[in-house]
């Protein structure tokens, strides 16, 4: 049975979680507050439609969308027949979903271990403009 779901937009470059670091002999991974407490802010300002989840397992499906470098365009602006069709650099997938799972607590999900599935991609688009993470959620019984 299907309880609720909701839709939405993060816009901007995606953000990430800086890689792994070591400090005092355990692994710890750097926070961006101030980028998680922007993530936070544009959520509550786009308020999902469905209220916090609280016992239900989520499904989540997100999508980054990063700027293709000014290299994989000609002269003319169209893009390059050699121009990469996946992003195979930096950020990794697995940075970018621990930012955002972070950013939904507790507001949207109170806590990341209700979800029980996750689909990511990374995708290009062609302009800054067009920078954002695409977001769907759905409670599932």
Do not use: M
Request: charged share 30%.
């Amino acid at each position: 049975r299907h309880f609720g779901s909701a839709s939405f937009n993060i816009p901007g470059r995606p953000k990430t979680f800086k890689s792994l670091r070591v400090r005092r002999g355990r692994n710890v991974y750097a926070i961006h507050s101030k980028d998680k407490k922007k993530a936070q802010a544009c959520l509550q300002n786009q308020k999902p439609d469905i209220p916090a989840i609280v016992d239900q397992p989520v499904h989540v499906r997100a999508s980054f969308h990063f700027k293709r470098p000014k290299s994989h365009f000609k002269k003319s602006g169209l893009l390059k027949p050699t121009a990469p069709k996946h992003i195979l650099k930096r950020p990794d997938i697995d940075n970018c979903i621990k930012f955002l799972l972070d950013a939904l607590q507790p507001e949207v999900i109170i806590d990341d271990k209700l979800v029980v599935e996750i689909k990511v991609t990374k995708n290009w688009c062609n302009s800054k403009d067009e920078e954002a993470t695409r977001v769907e959620l759905k409670t599932v019984d």
